[in-house]
């Protein structure tokens, strides 16, 4: 099956339940190369649907403290895209098997070069790609070689997104669209804003794709209520900063498991 | 008139397109949650362009505020220690606030409060220059304003730090990555994306997204205009020609932009920007995009696609050079287009050769440059006796060297 295919899956295995997909980020190479691979497992056992699995850039500029921290902590621990590609490729092979999403930013990607990133992606066992400095118009060369890899092109869209672009980046995403929640960076917030439901309505309007929400969502009844409106919860920086805990792994799966039962609640209720 | 059949007249106006793109470089690599605040900045800077209102006010306060038009200087003593061409001094230095960056800076002000509608400026500074250049036009037109600066460039460009505080600016210090230009132009960005209804990033060079390379060029533009006619104007103290060479420094680009564009047109005039050379190329601790063939490649960096120091595996470059503005690992794009399309040369100086050209300015002429611009006295002192007497080069002293008194000081001794 293609990466956009096994995506697609399990946003139509979900919707029979009515829960929605739970989607953890996490930075690889952080804490270390071994930790992280240890920690995408954890969040695969904790019930991840999909997982985002962050190439780390020295300039993530759509980025909070959180993650600038542990993305440049693992490029200090000499984490390249390459190695990162390689992990991918192990974790399958131990049997892992949730989708995962690579996110990076645009540089790393074009200096690997696109189509090779492509296909050395979707070999490695890499479903979709998610660059957060790479809308839709900029995407000429690398969008086209993400189709022929049979990997999914997601392009995120904002509280501020125009109409015109809403219609863009419906035309341009497949597998589901990225809502980011809030204007602002990626990093955990006491409150989901006051105008997202509104936000989504906007977006459903132009699209039948799932519809996937981050920036900010670090509790179980934070993603319990985001399950009520989108078909995905995205989880970033909350996951990361467990990750660097000194309980590191353990940290993680607590947290995830929550997190998922919040993202999950609509199969018990 | 011939025709030439290897190669067709390039439209230097034609660029960027609408997409943003100078060639293959420029265009709009950002978050989705500015892309509408570009839409917005460019369809304001379209509208006012063409607003008379608007141009005349700009040019009312560039006169009666900044002290436009700058002077053209010629640098005798110079010119007759090196033996060789005539070097003039455009000089910048004497704009308010002490450099080309306020050219832009009141442009962009002013755009925001004209035609905007926002409240809220933020912006990135190296130096300190495009820092004290914004504090300047927020105190002006009385609007709020912040900015980030790596924590290493507030250390050797504290004057400045204290200038912007003086002009009712915050100055927010940046601690992540290298701690200079790049990481705040980072963090200028990451208070974008977080308060984009109501702030404006006035962004200090010709580099970032679409429109910003245009617009910053368009607005810097002035210095070239104003050094065409003196030129050829002995009453302006120019030579009554043309120069054979013009000579900038080039951080993101802005002032030798600001002063190549307007001579595009005259394919006669070489226009060479000088990068900084650092320790030198070999050594690696330089921020010379053109000059490094192993580690200055096609690449994106805040916003655009251009040349960017950078390691193989994308990642961007640490820099270093003796001046804070010319710290950055990437180029404007334009600059990048010009280069291919072979209407402009880039060289750059060391840090060894530019505090010679400071010296030799302060020394001969009593001026005191900004340690930018020195790169481009430095490379001067190189290509003028190379030239013969009867020749012309036309220099862009894009600052005063206040500010790096400190740095100097530190480097050559204070005591002489
Ligand atoms: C005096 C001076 N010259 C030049 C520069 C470099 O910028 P640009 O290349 O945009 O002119 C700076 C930047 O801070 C500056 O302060």
């Known amino acids: ?269 | 008139m011939t025709i030439s059949t290897t190669s067709t007249p390039v439209n230097y106006g034609a660029v960027p397109d609408e997409t943003g793109r100078f060639g293959p470089y420029g265009g709009k690599y950002v978050p989705e949650t500015l892309m509408p605040a570009l839409d917005e900045l460019e369809e304001a800077y379209l509208n006012a362009r063409v607003d008379k209102d608007f141009m005349a006010e700009l040019a009312h306060l560039q006169h009666t505020y900044v002290g436009r038009p700058t002077p053209l200087t010629y640098a005798r003593r110079l010119s007759e220690e090196l033996g060789g061409a005539q070097i003039y001094l455009k000089r910048e230095d004497l704009a308010h606030s002490g450099a080309h960056k306020i050219n832009n800076a009141l442009g962009q002000a002013l755009l925001m409060k004209r035609k905007m509608g926002k409240t809220r400026i933020v912006a990135e500074t190296g130096a300190g220059q495009h820092g004290v250049a914004t504090a300047t036009a927020a105190a002006l037109l009385g609007t709020e304003c912040i900015v980030y600066m790596g924590t290493v460039d507030m250390e050797r460009q504290k004057p400045n730090v204290f200038r912007m505080q003086l002009l009712g600016t915050e100055v927010r210090a940046v601690d992540s990555g290298s701690q200079t230009l790049k990481d705040a132009i980072n963090e200028a960005i990451r208070d974008w994306v977080t308060n984009v209804e109501t702030t404006h990033y006035l962004l200090g060079s010709a580099l970032g997204p679409h429109p910003y390379p245009a617009m910053v060029r368009d607005f810097q533009s002035i210095i070239g205009i104003e050094a065409h006619s003196q030129m050829q104007d002995p009453a302006e103290g120019g030579p009554g020609r043309l120069p054979d060479a013009i000579v900038a420094c080039v951080g993101g680009g802005s002032n030798a932009i600001g002063i190549f564009h307007p001579f595009l047109k005259e394919e006669k005039v070489r226009l060479i920007g000088v990068e900084a050379g650092g320790h030198g190329i070999e050594d690696g601790a330089h921020a010379a995009r053109f000059a490094d063939p192993e580690r200055g490649r096609l690449g994106v960096l805040q916003g655009t696609k251009s040349y960017v120091l950078q390691d193989s595996d994308g990642q961007i470059a640490l820099t270093h050079s003796i001046s804070a503005g010319l710290d950055y690992a990437s180029v404007g794009p334009e600059h990048a287009w010009l280069r291919d399309v072979g209407r402009s040369e880039y060289t750059y100086c060391t840090d060894t050769q530019t505090l010679k050209g400071f010296s030799a300015l302060c020394e001969l002429e009593g001026i005191i440059p900004a340690l930018e611009s020195a790169h481009a006295i430095g490379y001067v002192l190189e290509l003028a006796p190379q030239m013969a007497q009867d020749q012309v080069i036309l220099v862009n002293l894009s600052g005063r060297g206040d500010k790096d008194l400190g740095t100097v000081m530190q480097t050559i001794g204070g005591d002489r």
């Open chain 1, 1 to 269: 099956m293609r990466g956009v295919e096994r995506i697609e899956q399990v946003f139509r295995e979900l919707k029979t339940t009515g829960a929605a997909a739970f989607m953890p980020y996490h930075a690889m190479g952080y804490p270390t190369r071994q930790q992280s691979l240890e920690v995408i497992a954890a969040l695969a056992v904790a019930g991840a649907d999909i997982v985002e699995f962050g190439i780390p850039h020295s300039d993530p500029l759509a980025d909070g403290p959180t993650i600038q921290t542990a993305t440049y902590a693992a490029l200090v621990g000499g984490t390249s895209v390459a190695d990162c590609l390689k992990m991918a490729r192990e974790l399958r092979d131990q049997g892992v098997d949730t989708p995962f999403c690579a996110m990076s930013y645009y540089n790393p990607i074009l200096a690997f070069g696109e189509e090779r990133f492509a296909n050395a992606a979707a070999s490695a066992g890499i479903d979709g790609l998610i660059v957060p400095d790479l809308p839709p118009g900029e995407s000429e060369l690398l969008e086209p070689a993400c189709r022929a890899a049979g990997l999914a092109t997601i392009y995120m869209l904002a509280p501020t997104s125009t109409e015109e672009r809403i219609k863009s980046v419906a035309r341009h995403s497949t597998g589901f669209i990225y809502l980011v929640s809030v204007t602002g960076i990626t990093g955990a917030r006491d409150e989901l804003p006051p105008y997202l439901p509104a936000f989504v309505e906007r977006v459903r309007r132009h699209t039948d794709l799932p519809l996937a929400v981050g920036f900010g969502i670090s509790t179980g009844p934070q993603a319990a209520r985001v399950s009520e409106i989108v078909e995905g919860v995205v989880v970033g920086s909350a996951l990361v900063k467990a990750a660097g805990a000194e309980t590191g792994v353990d940290a993680v799966r607590i947290l995830a498991e929550e997190l998922a039962a919040g993202s999950h609640k609509g199969v018990d209720g």
